[in-house]
Structure formats: C-alpha cells, structure tokens
C-alpha cells in the first residue's frame, strides 16, 4: 500500500513545520519498515511452502482444476455456508449411484500377461503321473497343458575367435604367407568388440552406471573388467564418432527453432572439484545434443549458437542477451511454464492473484495439449483462435495489478517477469513450429541430473566431452525411436571404413532411411561382430 502525499508545510509555523516533517518521516521510515516486513513475511511463507512440498507434496507445478478459480472457492464457500443452514430433513442424501459414478475408477487389467514372442523358449516335459507309468496299457495321451514361466539367466559374454586360414604358393615358398584381412574394430587391436562397447556406454550414460558398479556386475559373471581398462575404452571409442557428432551440430544449426538449457556438474581437479556445465541443444525435432563448457556465461552461448540464425527458446538468464536482435537474425521466445512457475512459489503469500495467473495459463497449456501433434499450419489456426484471447486476458490482468504489487514479493516477482518477457512470451502465437515452453529440454537435462547423482563428479574436462558425444547419440537415438545399444553398435561396425562425405547418414535423423539402403545392409552383414550379436538386433 503507497503513503499519501504529504501536505505542503511552507504557510506553517517553523515549530509546526518542525512537528510535521518529524512526523513525516516517521511515517516514510514505518513505511519502509512495514514494507521491508511484508517482504521478510512473504519470503518465509514462500520457503515454508517450498520445504512443506519437498517433505509432503508433489514436485510438480500442475494444479487441478478445480483449484484455480478464486470464482470456484468462492462458489463453494456459499454452498457450503447455506448447507450449514438447512435441517437434516432438508438435506438431500445423495444417492450412492451418483456417489460411486462421481468419478469413474481406473479399471485395472486382470489375467496373466502375453511374454513376448521374441523371447527364447526352453520347454520342459514333465513325466507322466505314476499310476500311468505303472499301467500305460491302461491310458493314452489325450493332449497336453502348457503352463509359461519367465526366467532370466546371466547376460552372454561371447568370446569370438576370428579364424585366418594361411596359405602359401606351392610353386613359390619364398613369395609369402598370406591371410584374409581382419574386419575393422572400433578400437583397433583393442579387446572389446562394438557390442561390448556400445553394452558399457549404453549402461553408463543412459542406465547411469558408473563404471565401478559395472565392473561389479561384470565380475559376477566371472569376468574381470577393470574400471579403468572400461574408461580408456570410452576414452577410444568417444575419438570415433566425433566426426558425426559434429555434423550433427552443423546440421542443428540450419533448425527453425532451438531450445537450450544448461545444468551444473563437479569436474574432479587437484586439491578440490571445480564447477563446470552441461548445455542441451534441442533443434526442432530432428537433434538432441550436449555441449560441456566450463562457464556458464555468455561467452560459452556464443561458442555453441554464435552461427545460428533463427528462433531461441530460453529461460531469461542473461547470459543469452546479447544473441537477440533483428540484426543478429536470432528471436526470443520465452517459456509460459518458466512464467508459471513465479506464481506458483506466490501461492503461500497471494494465493487468490496467483491462482488467477495459473488458471488463465493452464488454459494455454489445454491448447497445446489439444493440437499436439497436427501440422504447424493448423497449430497457428488454433492457436489464433483460442490462445490469443487468453493472453490478452493474462496481461490487461497483470497491467492491472502490478503497480499495486509489494516490491519483491513472489507475486511482484511473477508479474515483473512476465511484463518483462512479454514480447518473447507471446512468439508462439507468430508460428506454429514454435513450441510454448522449455519443458524439453528440462526434461533432456534431467538426464545429466539423474547421472550426476550417481557418478557424482566428471573425472576430468575430457569426461565431459566424451559424455556429450554419447548422451547425444543416444538421446538422439531415444528422440526417434531407434534403440540405443543396437544403434551404438552398429555406427562402431560403420564408422571406420564410412564415406566421410556421407557421415550425416549415420546420426540417428537419418538413420531408418540409412538401414533401408543397401549399401549399409550389406557393410552390417558382411561384418562377424554383427552377425554374432543379431539375435540381440533381432529382439530390438
């Protein structure tokens, strides 16, 4: 709440002007004071909230329907109110039909799951019962009960011996032996073949199996893999796709649209761990890639998107500023669940304001989830129709209340932001390729996220480019539908002896339509490794 204005104190006397100027500021320093401890009460509210949520309550932002409408609580407040004044005679029971049917219950399935077909069959015929072994004269088999059990042995390490039968002339001894050419490996004259390999990176990078825990697995097996034989490994086979990886961001960079995002992670140094940062780069819907930069700063943004020109869809850090402008041909697009998630930290201190932005914003999000998967045309149509009235909505809404907001309260925070971010917040109603949050590369880091809990630090600055190129590749894999162990594998077998003009070919964008040539058919065949682990390609 802003003081009056003070009245003009010049036609009083010098003791009375005295009088109320020492009043006037008193009432300027109780102000400040009160101010200061709206603020201090509605930070603590704030974090008590955040803390009972943590211990209690859900993680997620996404709040029911019937929660959001100060109209709805308000509704229900006189309901309730006038059910307090009927006498029980007047009270009608409600019928238990309407109680039951009120909402439906998720059925749940009954009967015994289908095993998959692809699965190896082990069949085991029990003996006949006694009394018939003791008079088989006496019966004859009328049919059979097949009773299925899913069992699991140990995984299969194979030991392939590459045979080279050596022949030498009969007319000439002196000429020399020769042998059929070994078939490529991703590390040459190394141990470990590209199922193996692609099996350990699959496991440390997607599973988030350090590679400790690993060797653990594998010495049940009653194989001895040293963690560090495994990481000189990743550290061979990461040189190998490199070249594909980056192709993939030289392509990435010719996308409509780009949403990044960036998390931190611990590097090991000597003396003490230092921070460093993990970059996602999601372009359109054809590439996820990762990019480790030591800073998280503007100089590190410019590495990855200098050359980029196009839509950029960000939080509103600043370290992506100075990427906007018409001149620099890149355009800010602001995420609606980043500006959501403002109002839901003001729930705790200015729950009727707050539920008010996140109504008229879940009805965003209702669009969005309407038109998911239609063309882009048809997206802007909808989106025209439906979300434009929204937002116009939300900000005559939040032009309204903001000169009332106390500075820095959540809801003075929530309101800043999206006046702030206006502009960016309001491109998706421009084009319909452009997507209304961030969400997909929150989601996208959370896989770094979840790894860090469990390897806790990367061993050096190498670790984190070798963790970008996999994690790319097999995020990539993941964004298509391709499975990820069997596409490792196979770019391990391709890439050596692959046409370095046709590298793009082999990322997981273009991967289907490379299978489908019979130039890639024909490598894969040709080549042991990949005949060995084909049950395992024909299961995926």
């Given at each position: ?11 009083f006397s010098q003791e009375a002007q005295s009088v109320i100027q020492s009043l006037q500021d008193s009432i300027r320093r109780i102000d400040n004071e009160r101010a200061q401890y709206i603020k201090l009460y509605q930070l603590t509210l704030l974090e008590l909230e955040r803390l009972r949520r943590q211990l209690f309550g859900k993680k997620s932002e ?151 825990r690993q060797e653990s697995i594998f010495a049940r097996e009653h194989v001895t893999l040293g963690r560090a034989t495994m990481c000189a490994w990743i550290k061979q086979a990461a040189e190998l796709p490199i070249l594909l990886f980056k192709a993939m961001k030289e392509d990435a960079m010719k996308a409509h649209c780009i949403a990044t995002d960036a ?278």
């Amino acid at each position: 709440m802003k003081s009056a204005e003070p009245p003009d104190i010049s036609s009083f006397s010098q003791e009375a002007q005295s009088v109320i100027q020492s009043l006037q500021d008193s009432i300027r320093r109780i102000d400040n004071e009160r101010a200061q401890y709206i603020k201090l009460y509605q930070l603590t509210l704030l974090e008590l909230e955040r803390l009972r949520r943590q211990l209690f309550g859900k993680k997620s932002e996404r709040v029911k329907d019937e929660q959001l409408t100060l109209e709805f609580m308000q509704v229900a407040e006189a309901v309730r109110a006038m059910e307090e004044t009927l006498t029980p005679e007047e009270r009608a029971p409600i019928p238990n039909s309407v109680r039951n049917n009120d909402k439906e219950k998720k059925r749940t399935p009954h009967g015994r799951q289908t095993l998959p077909e692809h699965l190896p069959v082990e069949r085991i015929e029990l003996p006949a019962p006694l009394e018939v072994e003791e008079n088989p004269t006496d019966y004859k088999k009328v049919g059979e009960d097949v009773s299925e059990t899913l069992e699991r042995r140990p995984a299969t390490l194979v030991r392939v011996q590459i045979v080279r039968p050596k022949f030498a002339k009969k007319a000439d001894e002196d000429a020399g032996i020769i042998a059929s050419k070994l078939p490529t490996k991703p590390i040459e004259k190394g141990l470990a073949g590209p199922g193996l390999l692609a099996h350990i990176i699959v496991s440390k990078f997607q599973d988030n199996l350090p590679l400790n825990r690993q060797e653990s697995i594998f010495a049940r097996e009653h194989v001895t893999l040293g963690r560090a034989t495994m990481c000189a490994w990743i550290k061979q086979a990461a040189e190998l796709p490199i070249l594909l990886f980056k192709a993939m961001k030289e392509d990435a960079m010719k996308a409509h649209c780009i949403a990044t995002d960036a998390t931190g992670v611990l590097v090991q140094a000597e003396g003490k761990c230092h921070r460093g940062h993990f970059f996602v780069l999601i372009a359109d819907r054809d590439h996820i890639l990762y990019f480790y930069e030591r800073y998280h700063n503007g100089d590190a943004v410019e590495k990855l998107l200098g050359n980029y020109k196009g839509h950029i869809v960000a939080d509103a850090h600043i370290i992506y500023d100075h990427l906007y402008g018409e001149s620099e041909g890149r355009i800010e697009c602001a995420c609606w669940a980043h500006t959501r998630r403002y109002f839901f930290d003001a729930i705790a201190s200015e729950r009727d304001l707050a539920m008010h932005a996140i109504h008229l914003i879940g009805k965003l999000f209702e669009v969005e989830r309407e038109i998911k998967g239609l063309p882009p045309d048809e997206k802007l149509r909808i989106r025209q129709e439906k979300s434009k009235p929204v937002t116009e909505e939300f900000f005559k809404w939040r032009d309204e209340k903001w000169p009332d907001a106390v500075e820095h309260s959540p809801i003075y925070k929530g309101l800043q932001y999206a006046g702030n971010q206006q502009t960016a917040l309001l491109q998706f109603l421009k084009d319909g390729r452009i997507p209304i949050h961030n969400n997909d590369s929150e989601r996208a880091l959370r896989q770094q996220v979840i790894g860090r809990k469990n390897w806790l630090f990367l061993g050096s600055e190498d670790g984190g480019e070798w963790n970008c190129v996999f994690t790319s590749l097999i995020a990539s894999a993941r964004l298509h539908g391709i499975e990820p162990w069997s596409y490792l594998r196979d770019i391990f077998i391709l890439l050596p002896d692959w046409p370095r003009s046709r590298i793009l070919e082999l990322s997981p964008k273009f991967w289907k339509q490379t299978l489908e040539n019979s130039d890639a058919r024909q490598r894969l065949s040709a080549n042991p490794f990949y005949r060995v682990t084909a049950v395992s390609s024909e299961i995926h």
